[in-house]
């Protein structure tokens, strides 16, 4: 990791030490997945096997898992990893069970009364990464508040072989339709609908370059689905003090280190001394972790900033807009506030990212690349649209229509004006 | 308009019926769109001159309007009007005000505190289109819920010659940053920034097929910003029982029509007596409108559906998923808790959606194309993301901390274990 002293930094030095890393998504990514998307949507499901065979190598001639293989997954499960993932069931429900929206009415004027009334999404695609790290997490973080919200049909795909903790999970998650089909012709099939999926309304959930591309592609299309969130490499970064302890942080950046060789850490210390103390501590940790190859490769583009004071670690965190933001500072709980730009926080010494990426109830599917600036992780309000509804008596009418007649006349639209007029003037009542 | 019976129309029919025009994009739009978003990144202020110049036909040596200007035009303007706009905008701000999101707070568990803290955005683009009818409102409707939600910068840009319409419902909402640049290079602008026009984390507001596509272009790119909305046609569904107003209805559906050719009306009615009462009140109403040869082309593609009852009414409106619905049955608000997919909604028959588009106080921001199936029109949250913050003492941690170690070893993830396992065998506390 390198290490920079922020207020030696001019502000193009500044900017370079914050920047992700650039063209994440190469021209030879879009060619394919403009390719695929083509096929599935015209010959969908034998496109579908296609694809599965070539990139999965399996030979997929039924796509849905059956609903006995979920529940066999989980009876198989042995007992202590059934009670993690019950806990972890438990504390999502209770967090995004109060994220429950409720319906908002307001009566402006006398006889003029409007709401905003929450609908629950209809039909859903939830897509679950497989690779080399089976995400059971990401199967809970998009099913649980899905059903919280009530969406009637929450479909999922993800790549063959499907790990058997994934199946068990959608089995704990009340989940009974999973399709055996990963990559972008996954996407695909949620977009247009093939004979075997359905076409959903919002395609939910992570991916690699070639999903992350697709669901761009398909939202981006008149008439498409729309997705969580735009999606990049995982990211972390921790603002931690001389108090802090350095094995903690070190975990902590670790972890993050070991999604992806693409995942970015950035630690803002106060000092030089705690700097070197880190970069020990990250050494010490690193050799004997699985893992290790990829951590090392993360860790090649990672930065430690060291920062003067609370404000300047809090201008560098608001520049940033990290996915993960992890505070280890004795104040920390006093700079949340302070905090504009983040998806998730985890404050204190006790709170590391793995109890958020888990089990503590807060979702783990958050906005990367910056888009905390202007995106929200996936809340229970997520998986609903909100509906205006406006009722008007006729005194309500008489008391707002005159606004409304000039405000049409100012923009010359007399039918939007006469539509109040012809109102007013009728007889009936 | 053509008149369908719905019961009497198969699978594929009625799929037609509901069609929305296809191809709204020419591939010549998107062409042109990649050219000057790929310029305006390029050149900067330079090349929107030279677009405004060539576009707009407007000489802008001074792109920023003086704060001076927006002062006069509200001082200028007739005092009914301004009466007209305060009303807008006391009830826009009413029913935004109530939409303000609270922040959400949870102990899951002793020692496991999480919560969801909303945060307004910093700085966000409101696109004011141009053209024929001069859209004050949609000034009121972004920039008002912005002020609300306490963002600091409303970056407005209007293609110019600038209405002073326009100019004084900017002072009225209090914002003093306008641009007079329109088009796909406005929102090249406000993506990526210039020397003039700062970058936005979010873009809002309608647009014709050029801005429509910069937004979807600029936010499919990695890191570039939100957008509200995407954009299509304005449309609006009208359902009719026996006991309406055919002269109601009619309006209704002439305010739709005369927004634009492209504009798409439908109503659903009960009877084929209905129907033909309707089709009159139509040509009866239309002929001294000023816009009637807009109004007459938009209507040439409307439809008008005939229900045998309520169920299958219900089954048409959640089929299309209209932007506007506008409910003149006996029982319209009994039906409101039926409609599933639905932009905004009109109740009863003194409630027509020129009321909304102006001043009743909900949003007229609101999805088109099928898009109210997964998104909803613009509400004060749209100016918000939310941060998950959790803290955990070490007893939280000493609870959670076990299935935390027992889901990353499940996922493979040594690192995300050890940052749990560490902290539980330190001695601190």
Redesign the interface.
Known sequence: MQVLNWSDLNGTERKAALA?PDA??GADVGQSVTAILADVKARGDAALRAYTANFDGVDSVDMRVPVRDLKAAWDALNP??K???E??K??IT??HT??IPAT?A?D??DG?S?R??P?A??CVGLYVPGG??????TMMMLAIPASIAGVKRRVVTTPPPIND?ILAAAYLCGVDEVYAVGGAQAIGALAYGTDTIPKV??IFGPGNAYVATAK??V??A?????IDL?A?PSEAMVYADDEA?P??VA??L??Q???DVMAQTVAIVRSQSFANKLLTEIER?ITD???ADI?RAALSSGRILIASDDEQALSIINAYAPEHLILQTENA?DL?AS?????????????????????????HT??T?????????V?T?SF???????????K??EA?????E???N???????????S??LE?K?S
Chains 1, 2 share one sequence.
């Open positions: 992700r994440l998504i202590d990893d009670a993690a993932m806990l972890a438990a504390n209770a967090f109060a994220q908002i307001v402006v004027m003029v409007l905003r009334e609908r999404l209809n080399t790290a089976p995400l059971v997490s903790a309304s919002k761009a592609m939202s981006a008149p008439g498409g689905p729309a735009p990049g302890s094995v903690f975990a902590d670790l972890s280190a070991e999604h940790q972790l699985p893992r951590a709980a949340v905090v504009r730009e983040a998806g998730s926080v985890f404050v204190g010494p006790w709170t590391p990212e793995s109890v958020g990426d888990y089990a503590s109830g807060t979702n958050l906005p690349y910056g888009a905390a600036r202007a995106y929200s992780g809340t309000e609903y649209t909100f509906i205006s509804v406006q009722t008007l008596t006729r309500g009418l707002l229509g005159p606004a409304v000039r405000l049409a100012m923009e010359g639209l007399e039918a939007h004006r006469r539509a109040v012809l109102r009728s009936t």
